[in-house]
């Protein structure tokens, strides 16, 4: 089955400064991977996703970058702010033509005003 | 349109009681799974269905159950709460040729 890594396991930035969260997964035939955002007893909410067919996508102050050759995606967010602050997941999915994602271990973003 | 639905929110066993955790959605998505989340471990999958009648097991199922009767619900049934069930349970559903997950709010389970 698929597996994902997902580095750091926390991270701390002063306000303004740029985050990028870093994934790796293990099937090539994963094709979705999306990045979710946690706050504090919420649930988990989709913030961006990239497919397997565009190396890169953005939000606004959020962009993620697919390398499928090396089976990494990344995280990044610019001019960082207090509410940012949040676990963030990685997951993947679409090998065997599963919806079922895999996820990441999280990243806690700390963002210092 | 509620989306999906977890009851109870919170919930106190003791050990070896057992005990179900609902989840209904009214989206109609034919795919609903369940996770728990622990820290440190992110979402770790227990049990998931692609369709009424037909359900799988994920990565950690060991001392769980459930059933997909209808398209609509998919109970999760804890057979004998062990401490090691302490966690945040979170059920979620995707529709066929989307990969969009939705998730619940999450119910919180404590086993003393």
């Known amino acids: 089955g698929e597996n994902v890594e997902q580095h750091p396991s926390t991270l701390s930035v002063q306000e303004g400064d740029s985050a990028v969260i870093k994934c790796t997964y293990s099937?090539?035939?994963?094709?979705?991977f999306p990045w979710y955002k946690q706050e504090l007893g919420k649930r988990p909410q989709l913030i961006i996703d990239?497919?397997?067919?565009?190396g890169e996508k953005k939000d606004q102050r959020i962009a993620v970058t697919l390398n499928k050759t090396a089976k990494h995606f990344s995280l990044h967010i610019t001019e960082t702010q207090p509410e940012d602050s949040a676990v963030y997941f990685c997951?993947?999915?679409?090998?065997?033509?599963?919806?079922?994602?895999?996820f990441g271990r999280g990243t806690s973003l700390i963002v210092h005003p | 349109n509620a989306g999906v639905t977890q009851t109870p929110k919170f919930q106190v066993l003791k050990t070896g009681q057992s005990m179900t955790l609902q989840c209904a959605q009214d989206?109609?998505?034919?795919?609903m799974s369940w996770y728990r989340q622990d820290p440190g471990m992110g979402l770790r999958l227990i049990h998931y269905?692609?369709?009424?009648?037909?359900?799988d097991q994920g990565e950690v199922p060991n001392g769980y159950n459930v059933s997909r009767s209808t398209t609509e619900d998919f109970p999760l049934r804890l057979l004998s709460a062990a401490p090691s069930q302490t966690s945040v349970y979170f059920c979620?559903?995707?529709?066929?040729?989307?990969?969009?997950?939705?998730f619940g709010e999450g119910s919180w389970l404590t086993v003393v």
């Open positions: 989206m109609n998505h034919e795919y």
């Open positions: 269905s692609v369709g009424a009648g037909i359900t």
């Open positions: 990239i497919r397997s067919n565009v």
């Open positions: 099937d090539s035939a994963s094709n979705y």
């Open positions: 997951a993947a999915s679409g090998g065997g033509g599963s919806y079922i994602p895999t």
């Open positions: 979620a559903t995707t529709r066929t040729g989307s990969n969009t997950i939705y």
